[in-house]
């Protein structure tokens, strides 16, 4: 034990000087790779990029009978329709069973669909007397979720910088990550006092309980950090430096609380003056005087005050800036303000609906029930009584927070595409990317909501994109040459697929109506139609699979790869990613709208002299590739 000396604070620094000194100190985080069931409260290092696709095949999302839609469209609930029970295929089995015209197989929910199947008749609708009974008819894909629908394999689904809660996890369960990297930051904490006792314990006379080392513990996960809590020690120097040097050597920063003063019995910027320097010993702020900014054993150290108020406030104040900076986390707010970006319709029940936070807007997200991304990439969600049919657009809501916001540079809605991350990285903007298709994107622009969308629609003409701005009543708007995507066929290595027009005779996968690849499909065929001198009705209707749609290039790929089809079209990105055969066919223009109104801000012209960078045109990816009319503007 020492003999107890009175001294006197050091002058005392304003707030101002407080944060210059702390703004000095070198500081960095550790970059670590943890577990992910230990990744909440921290802040990811690097990009997640799935290596999978999700769903990994084609699967049912409701409990009834696969049918083929065809065959239900005469169905009615007063007049159903007879279908032949093939047999049942339960969740977690790879089914054998082919369905025919004709046929129904019982389907549970997230089972494989059958071969042949293009939708699902949920049990409400039906009635079982040894053949199925169906009452209600059904569209083509109605409770069916295409393979990658979901998650496409290739495809960045967390972001550099985001911290990971339910929602993320759920993702990187969903694609089969165990780890995560991570800004690490260990913050050691030691409650000093000869009074403290632990919760949970009986207390003495003169005793409290240590309450700054657990509240301390949750403001440090709270700002992203990693809190070692050694406990509390008594005001003795020999306990105290042994804590101080145990901490040192495992983490970046240590906090003590407690023997800060300049009383008799406060000796903890003794040991910091003989174990390193005291940088700063009393802060002229109510509640929190009593402070110590300094090194000790070659660690930053905070000594807070030991009054639990007090400890907080300079905590908040001084140090919990520190740890978000370093961390990258980022404060939040519980409910915010906003404005519906597109009208809603409500179906007569309580909804939360997804929302993502641009500028005020709030914009849906809605992927379905099945699809976990919808939360992921949510900011929040707005709560609609189920006596509320319609939301207009303009409409002010209430959102409350999922997630911490962080405003982005640009706001982007259209067709997903993998060069997009090309061109974030390379100029390095914070986009919010809300995927809704081209002719989503054209409708974000003409509303006002977004400040760039991806488009790649092929008119009848043959022309990209720009025909499509007249259509859709955009006047105010600049088009953006962006690059070339290859489009082709997708088969298996071993297939002996050809040529475009093999896929008559073959088990075709189309995309879905009003995506860019379904247009330039139909045209092509259109033209093998005029050649034949057949309608082009004629000549899909000998196509088998025409009418089965994919929402995307990647469960296109999905369905070849697994054998339900033998080729479909898609990009060369899609197939590679999933270790197919490409067959080129064609080169679309991927292009960009933007309003005039933004064209001089700075964000875009750095987006415009990123895609017109060299650097660009070699970082895109397979299948990618910009060309002399890159950067172009019509």
Known sequence: MITPVRKEFRKLVTRDEARRIINDLDLKPHLQEIDIENAYGHILSKDVISEVDVPPFTRASMDGYA??????????????????????????????LVLKNGEAIEIATGAVMPEGADAVVMVEYTHLDTDVFIHRAVSINENVMQA??????????????????AREIG??????????????????????????????????????????????????????????????????EVQIKKALAELSKTCDIILTSGSTSAGSGDVMYRIIEENGDVLAHGIDIKPGKPAIIGKVFGKIIFGLPGYPASALTIFNEFVAPVIRKLTGKKITHDKIKAHLAIRVRCDGRSQLLPVGLIRGSAYPIEKGSGAITTLSEADGFIEIPSNIEIIDAGEDVEVTLTRELDDPDLFFVGSQCFGLDTITDLGDLKMKIINVGSTGGLSAIKNGIADIAGVHLLHESGVYNTPFLEKFGIKDAVLVKGYLREQGLIIR???????????????????????????MTDLKLREIARVRNISFEGLISNIKGYHTQAKTHSAVA??????????????????????????????????FVIP???????????????????????????????????????
Do not use: H, W
């Open 493 to 519: 290595p071993e297939s002996n697929i050809g040529q475009f027009e093999d896929i008559i005779n073959a088990r075709f996968i189309n995309r879905n109506t009003g995506s860019g690849t379904r247009v």
């Open 558 to 591: 999905a369905a070849v790869k697994l054998g339900k089809a033998d080729v479909g079209v898609g990009i060369r990105t899609a197939a590679e990613l999933n270790g197919l055969k490409f067959i080129k066919i064609a080169d679309e223009e991927y292009d």
């Open 148 to 165: 990658g629908s979901d998650m496409m394999a290739g495809e960045r689904v967390l972001t550099k910088g985001t911290s990971p809660g």
């Open 67 to 96: 049918v083929l839609a065809s065959d239900t469209y005469q169905a009615r609930e007063d007049k159903p329709i007879k279908l032949k029970l093939k047999g049942s295929i339960p969740a977690g089995i790879d089914p054998e």
């Open 171 to 236: 993702v990187l369960c969903a694609i089969g990550k165990s780890k995560v990297n991570i800004y690490g930051l260990n913050v050691g904490i030691i409650s000093t006092g000869n009074e403290l006792q632990e919760p949970g314990f009986d207390l003495k006379a003169g005793e409290i309980y240590d309450v700054n080392s657990y509240s301390l513990f949750c403001a440090i996960k709270e700002c992203g950090g990693t809190p070692v809590r050694y406990g509390f020690v008594k005001d003795d």
């Open 596 to 634: 005039k109104r933004l064209m001089e801000t700075k964000e875009i012209q750095k987006f415009l002299e990123v895609i017109r960078s060299r650097e660009f045109r070699l970082s895109l990816p397979p299948g990618l590739a910009a060309y002399e009319r890159t950067g172009e503007l019509i």
